[in-house]
């Protein structure tokens, strides 16, 4: 084969062609992406290996070599991992794979000095590297296979493939430095870069370069730069934030800082060091329905695995870091790991652990537990339903925003202002915040000074099916049932007008089965009209979620509407109503009022053209 030309992908090339001009000042890390990518092609072949011994037969000690040539301006970077095939090279080096990269691609603005700061933020992996270099090659086998291939590319618009040859398996990446980047051939600067981002990585990274010494038999050199303890296993003491911060990034392919760090070592029957982070901004696929989570485990200090289902449950999915363990076999695999007694141990103990942290976390700091909250709380909330055993704890940290306007509350906060005969808890589900503040429903609870809690995420719905009540206090929906706002006092219902039950009546022969009752509200104040589910059906806004992913067929369930006695245009029509022929002359306007409710509550009206004309005509008769 000769050389086969591609392009790359339209975003890839963007990205690129910022790199080749970039003016960005931290060019160095793009030898801790090489590091970074070249350890996790080791692991994933160590990993490999265990099932299948063949893949190791001749891979020898995993290691990373960085070999410099300031004469010929090479910096070539050597790993004996996992490798690449052709397939993979067009889409690993020619696509863009990764969530990370493609969240920066779309942040890009076009204006040089703001893109070029989102590279600090995001990091953007193998392509950081045409910052440094006119031409990069990247020379690769595929463990298990015996074909080698050249991909080759000076980053910009395409790539070429071509066939090669290489011994082993593993991957090596050459880069012609540029005339400006002569900095990254010196040994002592490429020792500090190391030092600085990979200390950590366990495997040995090992720097060859030309002997200095006068005489030497040998023309080159080779040292071990890093430390290569792996840093969960030091001492806290030991460690610095910034190292921390360096670990984080590279276990969680983040760019971040860190919003909490949690580091122990758990002793006893079972033991295992756990090094957990929890991200300040939220990764891009937090709310994948897969709810993958990250942790990577270790036996050991070997990396095992980073897809393992039973390490942490999925609500705790954001948490990033390792877990490494002392009592698990080195060779366990996939299968061994499910349902394995140590691992459920860990993971009950790990979620205890988090959990705790959380709640230290917002007693001490009570807006750094917001930001978490806002960031994660979703996600967290998620254990309400699924966890029992941890339900309430969960519950009691969870935040909401509310009536009050005081920003997130707690449950018990929320009750602690309630007045003393209030028995229970009264919310409203919306699909976002300013949604939930327009609510109608919420007029009568405003007026008598009752907080309402605002649920805003989908999540919301589910958990309160499996929770009814918080320390004996019932969850109420205000969308649902009869609101209970009388006076306590006035013991008496108050009676209907004449009016008013002639409105209901025409409202109801108008709209027939549209709707399941009409009849007057003491949750309104201000607007004419709103709908609510009956008691026993389901609440409108869940409904809503249900048909949105499909989980419930047909069209939405009649609700009850209710009117509002005391607004001017429900006084109107209902003296209308009493008037003869009043079902016929009230026809539009029932319509029109039932489509309003739909409207507040976010739905279509049920007809969308006809609500329209039929408020034309309304609008053009108010003229005559
Ligand atoms: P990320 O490492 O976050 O996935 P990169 O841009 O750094 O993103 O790398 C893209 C992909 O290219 C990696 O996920 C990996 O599949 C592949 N890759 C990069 N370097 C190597 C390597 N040295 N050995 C094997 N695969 C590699
Ligand atoms: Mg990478």
Not at 568 to 592: F, M, N, R, Y
Request: charged share 30%.
């Amino acid at each position: 084969m000769t050389k086969e030309k591609h392009g790359f992908e339209a975003e890839v090339s963007r990205l690129l062609h910022m790199m080749v001009h970039s003016v960005y000042s931290d060019r160095e890390i793009f030898l801790r992406e090489l590091i970074s990518n070249a350890s996790d092609a080791c692991d994933k072949l160590r990993y490999e290996g265990l099932t299948n011994n063949e893949l190791l037969k001749d891979a020898g000690e995993f290691a990373i070599t960085i070999r410099v040539d300031p004469d010929k301006k090479q910096l070539v970077v050597s790993d004996n991992g996992i490798g690449m095939n052709k397939e993979d090279l067009i889409s690993h080096l020619g696509t863009i794979a990764r969530s990370g990269t493609s969240s920066f691609v779309e942040k890009m603005t076009g204006d040089k000095k703001k893109d070029v700061n989102l590279i600090g933020q995001f990091g953007v992996g193998f392509y950081s590297v045409f910052m440094v270099a006119d031409k990069v090659e990247v020379l690769s086998r595929k463990a298990g296979e015996d074909k080698a291939y050249n991909w080759e590319s000076d980053g910009i618009g395409e790539y070429t493939i071509s066939d090669a040859k290489k011994d082993s398996a593993g991957t090596q990446i050459t880069l012609y430095i540029k005339k400006d980047a002569k900095e990254f051939l010196d040994v002592h600067r490429l020792k500090n870069i190391i030092k600085t981002y990979s200390d950590h990585i366990t495997l040995p990274i090992n720097l060859i370069s030309k002997n200095e010494e006068k005489d030497a038999e040998e023309k080159e050199k080779t040292e071990k730069v890093n430390d290569g303890t792996a840093i969960w296993a030091r001492p806290k003491s030991e460690i610095t934030e910034e190292q921390y911060k360096e670990f984080y990034h590279h276990v969680a392919h983040a760019f971040d800082d860190p919003a909490m760090t949690i580091h122990y070592r758990a002793e006893g029957k079972i033991e295992y060091t756990v090094l957990m982070f929890v991200p300040s901004q939220q990764p891009m696929d937090i709310f994948d329905p897969a709810r993958k989570t990250k942790v990577k485990l270790y036996v050991k200090r070997v990396f095992i695995t980073d897809d393992c289902e039973d390490l942490l449950p999925g609500y705790l999915r954001f948490m990033r870091g390792v877990v490494d363990s002392e009592d698990l076999p080195l060779n366990i695999s996939r299968e061994m790991l499910q349902n394995n007694p140590v691992m459920t141990n860990i993971r009950n103990a790990v979620t205890k652990r988090v959990l705790g942290e959380l709640e230290k976390k917002a007693k001490k700091d009570t807006d750094g537990f917001n930001d978490f909250w806002n960031s994660f709380g979703a996600v967290l909330k998620e254990g309400i339903y699924e966890d029992f055993s941890l339900r309430d704890q969960i519950l009691k940290m969870s935040r909401f925003n509310s009536t009050a306007d005081k920003g997130l509350t707690t449950i018990e906060d929320y009750l602690s202002r309630a007045k003393d005969d209030q028995d229970k808890i009264y919310y409203i589900t919306a699909d976002n915040l300013a949604a939930a503040k327009r609510s109608p429903q919420l007029e009568g609870f405003k007026a008598k000074g009752i907080e309402v809690l605002y649920f805003c995420d989908p999540v919301d719905e589910f958990w309160l099916q499996m929770v009814p009540e918080f320390e004996g206090k019932k969850f109420v929906s205000v969308t649902r049932g009869s609101a209970d706002l009388k006076d306590k006092k006035d013991d008496k219902e108050k009676e209907n007008t004449p009016e008013i039950d002639a409105l209901i009546a025409v409202l109801k022969a108008n709209l027939g089965e549209a709707v399941k009752d009409v009849r007057p509200s003491n949750r309104l104040t201000d607007s004419a009209v709103c709908l609510v589910a009956d008691d026993n059906d389901m609440d409108i806004h869940m409904e809503r979620i249900l048909k949105m992913h499909n989980k419930l067929d047909g069209a939405l369930s009649a609700r009850v509407l209710e009117i509002n006695p005391s607004n001017p245009l429900i006084v109107t029509l209902a003296k209308e109503a009493k008037k003869d022929g009043s079902v016929d002359k009230l026809k539009d306007v029932s319509q029109i009022l039932l489509d309003q409710a739909r409207i507040m509550e976010g739905d279509l009206p049920d007809d969308p053209v006809a609500f329209a004309s039929r408020l034309s005509l309304m609008m053009a008769n108010s003229f005559k």
